[in-house]
């Protein structure tokens, strides 16, 4: 149910494929710890971040670097412009030769590296992302990770990353690789919440909300109104990193909402089950961020510490989910606000044990980068032969985007490029049972909480994307919406 674009990322210096740009998350810190402690001595300066993939200090991103070179093909050679250097039939053009300048393995040899003209165009950005990746492993303090508490009376505004991390109190973010890193970790969460709140800056008056999707966009924002109401729903469906994401990132999202609860579905073949129900010691977080800082020396101090700064709550125990779902599954009360369950499995699998419960004001699906544009690797229609779009694959979305527009709930999209956007838009609008049965609540554009970070593609390192860089949104036509008891958003 994803975009074919791979990656691989570490799993405790083993390496293993992701979709392109979602692998997990290095987290070191949830707030400034209470206790005076030592600063951590970094592995890497500031001035010593750019290593050669296959010299470089840390397994996993060694690990990357024969990934890249095992599946990449060398752009010179498959150019077909090539009169120099001639490969037999034995010979692969495989990318062997790291660019010195970006530490990226790129071309099949330095003469081909030398004569690709055209590997100057991005060069500079596989070298910010070489930088970016051993930073995050380089075990300094990452203040662009310490996170706000709740609320006060600030009023927060979504006009774009700066403004938002200067009305909420983030810390500062001085430069742009902080920059990247912390709109990597909170991309999931500020999406959601931008679109949902009242001060979000998607508008009827710049025309990114239409009239219909006016009534679908809200969560209660004041005491009163979440006395009355009951919890907001959010299926994440196709998860992937997203389901890795640390509970206290995911926290956020409520902190914007005071006076709502959430709980948060993970729905997918990929979403992470590494949130062990029969842990005695480690919490949800402390899981997480074991998992998610596996190559960094300051994990455990960090994961304890992440405990320590959260004295009002104490989260219950993961516990499977199982009994209830049937499928591979856990549940975290993470906090009186936060509940967040995690099903391993293809939604059409447990759509029947929650279609009739939903309710079109306080449910919402949300699908990061979903593929419907992209074939499908496991189905091929039977007239032609061809693979079938993912949205129409009876192995991917064809069963399941129907069904969600019976639902009446908004479906809220984010596609990684303005092509992967407009992809995903051409195959709505002729899937069967899709095309005709839906009207916009979101207009397609950009996001203005997409990550910062480029994301590159092992299969070829000249493919760069950013996470989320748009957004879109939809819902099933039909007759006006039923409340079903006294209660309403609106």
Request: aromatic residues 10%; hydrophobic residues 35%; negative net charge.
């Amino acid at each position: 149910m994803a975009s074919p674009l791979l990656r691989s990322r570490p799993v405790n210096d083993h390496y293993v494929p992701t979709v392109l740009g979602l692998g997990p998350f290095l987290i070191f810190s949830a707030g400034p710890s209470k206790s005076a402690q030592e600063e951590p001595v970094p592995l890497l300066t500031e001035d010593n971040l750019l290593h050669p993939f296959s010299k470089s200090p840390f397994p996993a991103i060694r690990a990357r670097g024969e990934a890249i070179q095992s599946l990449a093909k060398c752009p010179v050679c498959t150019s077909g412009h090539c009169s120099t250097h001639v490969h037999t039939k034995s010979q692969s053009p495989a990318v062997k030769f790291e660019c010195p300048d970006c530490g990226f393995p790129t071309h099949c040899s330095q003469e081909h590296w030398i004569a690709d003209q055209e590997h100057k165009k991005y060069c500079s950005r596989l070298r910010e992302v070489n930088e970016d990746d051993h930073d995050l492993r380089s075990g300094r303090k990452f203040r662009e990770f310490e996170m706000p508490g709740a609320l006060t009376e600030e009023a927060i505004s979504f006009a774009n990353w700066d403004v938002f991390w200067y009305t909420r109190g983030f810390p500062s973010m001085d430069t742009e690789r902080s920059r990247r890193h912390a709109s990597k970790i909170l991309t999931y969460p500020l999406t959601i919440g931008s679109i949902l709140h009242q001060n979000s800056g998607l508008t009827l008056s710049n025309q990114r909300v239409t009239p219909e999707g006016s009534r679908s966009l809200a969560a209660p924002d004041t005491e009163e109104a979440g006395a009355s109401k009951p919890q907001m729903r959010i299926f994440i469906l196709g998860a992937r990193a997203e389901s890795s994401l640390p509970p206290h990132a995911w926290e956020q999202l409520c902190m914007l909402f005071p006076s709502c609860h959430f709980h948060l579905f993970f729905i997918g073949p990929q979403v992470s089950l590494q949130m062990n129900p029969q842990a005695k010691e480690d919490t949800i977080t402390n899981q997480s961020a074991a998992e998610n800082v596996s190559t960094t020396h300051t994990s455990t101090d960090t994961s304890r510490q992440l405990e320590e700064d959260k004295p009002v709550y104490v989260p219950n125990r993961t516990r499977s989910s199982v009994e209830l779902y049937g499928i591979p599954s856990y549940t975290v009360p993470y906090t009186p606000q936060l509940t967040i369950t995690g099903l391993q499995a293809n939604y059409a699998e447990v759509h029947a044990q929650f279609q009739d419960t939903f309710d079109p004001y306080t449910d919402a699906f949300f699908l990061f980068s979903p593929g419907f544009g992209f074939p499908s690797p496991n189905s091929v229609s039977e007239l032609d032969g061809k693979p079938y779009l993912q949205i129409a694959s009876p192995t991917e979305w064809g069963p399941v985007v129907p069904a969600l527009l019976a639902t009446r709930c908004a479906i809220y999209v984010t596609g990684f490029s303005p092509a992967d956007v407009e992809r995903d838009i051409r195959s709505i609008e002729t899937a069967p049972d899709v095309a005709g049965e839906f009207e916009w609540v979101i207009t397609p554009g950009e996001n203005a909480f997409g990550s910062e970070k480029w994301e590159v593609a092992d299969f070829d390192p000249r493919v760069m994307v950013k996470t989320n860089w748009g957004v879109w949104g939809i819902r099933g036509k039909g007759r006006e919406v039923r409340e079903r008891s006294s209660f309403s958003l609106f």
